[in-house]
């Protein structure tokens, strides 16, 4: 597997045409991974939509980094039907400011996955035209696929049951 | 059960404390997805789900329906989650197996492989000639056997009851062949990193010859009932009508997108597990509706039929598993004189292997589409991160687009042919 971007011309050409929006890029196990920037990341996702062709976002989901900062990945999983390639794009985020922009109005895709990656991290979507839960049931608190949420059987937190819960735990309250 | 359990006449009081967060969907996000008419009352709204039969598990849909044609459709989805992703986390990569098959239920080793190969890949293992071509084999009997189940339940949605039983008939040769290699009906979990669980055992190739043998005619017996029956197609042909630009937007993948005329198939763009070796054509439709995605799939029964027979007559000699002893678990026997072999399985069963660091993506071609699976790994035994990429997750975002116009009785035929599993839908 090559392991370097000069044995990969097609995607030399992108990275050279993405200019300064690309601040990383790491080829591993044949795969590429951009890394860009909240700020040029619907720049960048246009760029890669219409002019490289990559017409499909295949998915998107985020990684919990914890306790590295920043903290959380955004990962654009795309691919080109047309050029037979696939492209990894992703943005970092701090654990203090948890938004990014959405990617709905480039990819249509991106609705579901983004409400998915919402309702499981807490990262918001601006400019998203219906952020609301997906998976988890509605009354439901937290975000259960966060790092400081124990893998553990416990009992679910609605909305009607949380005081209950928190008062049957373990720790010390004052 | 605690003291404290709640009373039933105790949660409505809460619920009346705490904000409105417990609301499914506020009235300013409900405005936003249905049209003004609703709020008039020119047109109304109805749920359908989550339990219908015809839904396929648990999904609810709520209709806005002007007379019987559906102006707008908002999914709701989650009633199937499980929390595999998360779980995932708390497990060593060879523990993670099992929970892998119960993502879509009706093709467990479709699942396996996207997460094992992934694995695979951040270790940068070989895996062996014919644990490959043993695993092309029972990949292309999942598909059959998750393309027998979508055709007898699409047909009995529509009205067609005959074809479900044939079906179920024809799915339990395939569902010996699982029980005969892994011991497992539904919850195969045959596959292991870096090759199989075992070789298979003898009788194997009889089984699969004889599905080889009684398929192609139990094939035109489907055709028969189906294929030109005009009460079939009035209900299919020209129903759930998605253009190709629309189906690629909406991340559809799988024969429902082949169904509207785009060519697109893992095992042809980015071959696995030796696919590349084997000769199958793509069947591909034209219209987009819900009768060319039938076509499709029915024509996907063949090429699996072709694919198989080929693995059969070419299968290699040798071991089914890769040798490096930090992955593959030693003999049984050797443990016994063989100290090294003791700590490797001691090792392996108590901490297992550590996976470099890295991020790698894998997907494989599932009944459905694109299943894939992304892993973050930390270095360490357990992976940071494990993603399923839910082939029926991203066709069941274009349903709205596909059904708007529709006869609310469409729903059900379209619903069907799209072919989601909640389980995998919601993970």
Same mark, same amino acid.
């Given at each position: 597997?090559?392991? *370097?971007?000069?044995?990969?011309?097609?995607?030399?050409?992108?990275? &050279?045409?993405?200019?300064?929006?690309?601040?990383?890029?790491?080829?591993?196990?044949?795969?590429?991974?951009?890394?860009?920037?909240?700020?040029?990341?619907?720049?960048?996702?246009?760029? /890669?939509?219409?002019?490289?062709?990559?017409?499909?976002?295949?998915?998107?989901?985020?990684?919990?980094?914890?306790?590295?900062?920043?903290?959380?990945?955004?990962? @654009?999983?795309?691919?080109?039907?047309?050029? +037979?390639?696939?492209?990894?794009?992703?943005?970092?985020?701090?654990?203090?400011?948890?938004?990014?922009?959405?990617?709905? &109005?480039?990819?249509?895709?991106?609705?579901?996955?983004?409400?998915?990656?919402?309702?499981?991290?807490?990262?918001?979507?601006?400019?998203?035209?219906?952020?609301?839960?997906?998976?988890? !049931?509605?009354?439901?608190?937290?975000?259960?696929?966060?790092?400081?949420?124990?893998?553990?059987?416990?009992?679910?937190?609605?909305?009607?049951?949380?005081?209950?819960?928190?008062?049957?735990?373990?720790?010390?309250?004052? | 059960?605690?003291?404290?359990?709640?009373?039933?006449?105790?949660?409505?009081?809460?619920? /009346?404390?705490?904000?409105?967060?417990?609301?499914?969907?506020?009235?300013?996000?409900?405005?936003?997805?249905? +049209?003004?008419?609703?709020?008039?009352?020119?047109?109304?709204?109805?749920?359908?789900?989550?339990?219908?039969?015809?839904?396929?598990?648990?999904?609810?849909?709520?209709?806005?329906?002007?007379?019987? *044609?559906?102006?707008?459709?908002?999914?709701? %989805?989650?009633?199937?989650?499980?929390?595999?992703?998360?779980?995932?986390?708390?497990?060593?990569?060879?523990?993670?197996? !099992?929970? *892998?098959?119960? %993502?879509?239920?009706?093709?467990?080793?479709?699942?396996?492989?996207?997460?094992?190969?992934?694995?695979?890949?951040?270790?940068?293992?070989?895996? !062996?000639?014919?644990?490959?071509?043993?695993?092309?084999?029972?990949?292309?009997? +999942?598909?059959?056997?998750?393309?027998?189940?979508?055709?007898?339940?699409?047909?009995?949605?529509?009205? &067609?009851?005959?074809?479900?039983?044939?079906?179920?008939?024809?799915?339990?040769?395939?569902?010996?062949?699982?029980?005969?290699?892994?011991?497992?009906?539904? =919850?195969?979990? @045959?596959?292991?990193?870096?090759?199989?669980?075992?070789?298979?055992?003898?009788?194997? +190739?009889?089984?699969?010859?004889?599905?080889?043998?009684?398929?192609?005619?139990?094939?035109?017996?489907?055709?028969?009932?189906?294929?030109?029956?005009?009460?079939?197609?009035?209900?299919?042909?020209?129903?759930?009508?998605?253009?190709?630009?629309?189906?690629?937007?909406?991340?559809?993948?799988?024969?429902? /997108?082949?169904?509207?005329?785009?060519?697109?198939?893992?095992? #042809?763009?980015?071959?696995?597990?030796?696919?590349?070796?084997?000769?199958?054509?793509?069947?591909?439709?034209?219209?987009?509706?819900?009768?060319?995605?039938?076509?499709?799939? =029915?024509?996907?029964?063949?090429?699996?039929?072709?694919?198989?027979?080929?693995?059969?007559?070419?299968?290699?000699?040798?071991?089914?598993?890769?040798?490096?002893?930090? %992955?593959?678990?030693?003999?049984?026997?050797?443990?016994?004189?063989?100290?090294?072999?003791?700590?490797?399985?001691? #090792?392996?069963?108590?901490?297992?292997?550590?996976?470099?660091?890295?991020?790698?993506?894998?997907?494989?071609?599932?009944? #459905?589409?694109?299943?894939?699976?992304?892993?973050?790994?930390?270095?360490?035994?357990?992976?940071?991160?494990?993603?399923?990429?839910?082939?029926?997750?991203?066709?069941?975002?274009?349903?709205?687009? =596909?059904?708007?116009?529709?006869?609310?009785?469409?729903?059900?035929?379209?619903?069907?042919?799209?072919?989601?599993?909640?389980?995998?839908?919601?993970?």
């Amino acid at each position: 597997m090559p392991d *370097t971007l000069v044995s990969l011309p097609d995607f030399s050409g992108i990275v &050279a045409d993405l200019g300064d929006a690309v601040i990383e890029t790491v080829v591993a196990h044949g795969e590429v991974t951009l890394v860009t920037t909240r700020e040029r990341l619907i720049e960048a996702l246009t760029y /890669l939509r219409n002019q490289a062709r990559f017409e499909m976002l295949v998915d998107e989901t985020c990684v919990d980094y914890f306790p590295q900062e920043p903290r959380f990945a955004i990962v @654009y999983q795309l691919n080109s039907l047309s050029r +037979t390639m696939r492209l990894r794009v992703k943005v970092f985020l701090s654990e203090h400011d948890k938004t990014i922009p959405s990617a709905c &109005a480039v990819y249509l895709s991106a609705n579901w996955l983004e409400r998915e990656i919402y309702d499981l991290f807490g990262v918001t979507f601006e400019g998203h035209p219906d952020l609301r839960r997906i998976l988890m !049931p509605a009354g439901y608190e937290g975000h259960p696929l966060l790092k400081e949420v124990p893998v553990t059987v416990e009992e679910v937190a609605f909305s009607f049951n949380r005081r209950r819960i928190d008062a049957d735990k373990p720790y010390a309250r004052e | 059960m605690p003291a404290n359990n709640p009373t039933l006449h105790e949660a409505p009081e809460s619920v /009346l404390t705490e904000s409105n967060a417990q609301l499914d969907i506020t009235l300013e996000q409900l405005k936003k997805l249905v +049209t003004p008419r609703a709020f008039t009352g020119e047109t109304m709204l109805l749920n359908m789900g989550p339990q219908h039969p015809s839904t396929h598990g648990v999904l609810r849909l709520l209709l806005e329906l002007d007379g019987e *044609t559906i102006v707008s459709c908002i999914p709701d %989805i989650g009633f199937l989650h499980t929390g595999i992703e998360k779980t995932h986390e708390g497990k060593t990569y060879s523990k993670g197996i !099992p929970l *892998t098959d119960r %993502i879509d239920y009706l093709a467990p080793l479709s699942n396996n492989l996207a997460y094992v190969g992934c694995v695979e890949k951040l270790l940068d293992l070989e895996v !062996p000639l014919r644990a490959q071509y043993i695993r092309v084999i029972l990949l292309e009997l +999942t598909r059959m056997n998750s393309h027998l189940v979508w055709l007898g339940t699409h047909a009995l949605d529509i009205g &067609a009851m005959s074809v479900f039983l044939y079906c179920m008939r024809e799915r339990e040769m395939i569902l010996d062949v699982y029980e005969l290699v892994a011991g497992a009906r539904m =919850m195969t979990s @045959y596959f292991r990193v870096g090759g199989l669980w075992r070789d298979i055992p003898p009788g194997f +190739t009889d089984l699969v010859q004889k599905i080889l043998d009684v398929f192609p005619e139990r094939l035109l017996e489907y055709e028969k009932l189906l294929k030109d029956n005009p009460m079939w197609k009035e209900r299919t042909v020209g129903i759930g009508v998605i253009g190709k630009e629309d189906a690629i937007a909406y991340g559809m993948t799988g024969p429902s /997108l082949r169904g509207s005329g785009v060519n697109y198939d893992v095992r #042809k763009a980015y071959p696995y597990s030796s696919y590349d070796q084997f000769e199958f054509s793509v069947p591909v439709g034209s219209n987009g509706d819900v009768y060319d995605r039938y076509r499709c799939r =029915m024509e996907e029964f063949h090429q699996s039929l072709k694919i198989i027979e080929q693995a059969m007559k070419r299968l290699p000699a040798g071991p089914v598993m890769v040798d490096n002893r930090k %992955i593959a678990p030693p003999p049984k026997h050797e443990i016994a004189y063989s100290m090294e072999s003791l700590i490797h399985h001691f #090792k392996l069963w108590t901490e297992g292997f550590s996976v470099p660091e890295g991020e790698a993506y894998f997907a494989v071609e599932s009944g #459905k589409g694109e299943f894939g699976c992304y892993i973050s790994a930390n270095g360490g035994p357990k992976p940071r991160r494990v993603h399923f990429r839910a082939p029926s997750l991203c066709n069941l975002q274009a349903l709205p687009r =596909m059904s708007r116009g529709c006869l609310i009785a469409d729903m059900v035929a379209i619903v069907g042919s799209i072919d989601i599993v909640l389980g995998e839908v919601d993970r």
